[in-house]
């Protein structure tokens, strides 16, 4: 269960948290007008394959481990 902290109850934090998030919108839309078109899509794409690269180096690994396991 989620406990509040005192913080979270704090009204000056939703705003501040308002934001940070309205910040990282403007911030995106000032990449998206300099960078070439499709170059975020293409990134995004990027990032999708590395973070199944290390997917599938954590399951060789995870496998390994059992595999060690078992003979012991």
């Known amino acids: ?3 509040d902290t005192e913080h979270e109850k704090d009204p000056r934090f939703e705003e501040a948290r308002q934001h940070m998030k ?3 919108a403007a911030m995106r839309e000032s990449y ?3 960078l070439p078109p499709g170059f975020l899509e293409s ?8 973070l199944l690269a ?3 180096v ?3 690994a ?3 481990v059992d ?4 003979s012991d």
């Open 1 to 3: 269960m989620h406990k």
């Open 22 to 24: 309205a910040a990282r």
């Open 32 to 34: 998206e007008s300099i």
């Open 43 to 50: 990134r995004r794409k990027a990032r999708k394959e590395f």
């Open 54 to 56: 290390v997917r599938s």
């Open 58 to 60: 954590l399951d060789v």
């Open 62 to 64: 995870i496998e390994h």
């Open 67 to 70: 595999k060690a396991v078992k």
